[in-house]
């Protein structure tokens, strides 16, 4: 347990479909952050936020939508995906933004688009 | 960020010290040397990081040359469960670009019985 929960564990989705991942840290930390990985691809950094102002966008597209309504939750809204979508989606926090400090991970969503 | 060079797969033995070497030859003088490790399908699991002084806890030690252009991630004691892929990321340039890690593709540590 790293005190990153994420929800639901497994997701599949049609290419019309409206859904949102949800991440919580109890960890009292300030940043929190989306990852993207792809079968047999590393890990790519998505969106960051910082006391909950996004503060990274990696170039994302508008199908991917995130919120983070405080600094303990964060959502990634989901619509009209693709079937190249189908990845594992994980959340991170660390205590915050700057250099040094360490993130930790929840478990991920495992997204399946169909 | 500077780039790192990793092995793609290791093996070790059970109960043997697994040293996993990482090259960052490019690393400028703010950047954290981090390591995480990733078990199947799982999110990634936070080991060590360190500046420039060589740093230990719980689960492993890291190893930093003197020029930073290199380090080394040692697992004391290593047991089936440490069987993972290992990231090694250097990050933190400037405090600017925070804390992003851009992971690659790691080493395999397979360790046996």
């Known amino acids: 347990e790293t005190g990153v929960t994420q929800t639901p564990r497994h997701l599949v989705m049609g290419m019309t479909n409206k859904k949102s991942l949800k991440c919580e840290q109890h960890?009292?930390?300030?940043?929190m952050y989306w990852y993207k990985q792809s079968a047999k691809k590393p890990l790519e950094l998505m969106f960051v936020?910082?006391?909950?102002?996004q503060t990274e966008n990696n170039s994302v597209p508008s199908r991917f939508s995130p919120e983070c309504p405080n600094s303990s939750h964060l959502f990634l809204h989901l619509h009209t995906l693709q079937p190249e979508d189908s990845a594992l989606y994980l959340c991170a926090s660390s205590q915050d933004w700057g250099r040094g400090y360490e993130q930790y991970f929840g478990p991920g969503t495992r997204l399946t688009v169909t | 960020d500077a780039k790192t060079t990793q092995p793609p797969s290791m093996d070790c033995a059970e109960g043997r010290a697994a040293n996993l070497p990482c090259n960052h030859s490019t690393i400028s003088g703010n950047e954290y040397v981090y390591w995480y490790r990733q078990i199947h399908s799982q999110g990634p699991q936070y080991i060590i990081h360190g500046l420039k002084n060589n740093e230990t806890n719980e689960m492993a030690s890291l190893i930093i040359t003197e020029d930073r252009k290199s380090s080394t991630l040692i697992l004391p004691h290593a047991t089936l469960r440490d069987t993972a892929v290992y990231y090694c990321?250097?990050?933190?340039?400037?405090?600017?670009?925070?804390?992003?890690?851009?992971f690659g593709g790691g080493t395999r540590l397979m360790v046996k019985p």
């Open positions: 960890l009292g930390h300030n940043a």
């Open positions: 936020y910082n006391f909950k102002e």
């Open positions: 990321i250097v990050s933190g340039k400037n405090n600017n670009a925070g804390n992003m890690l851009t």
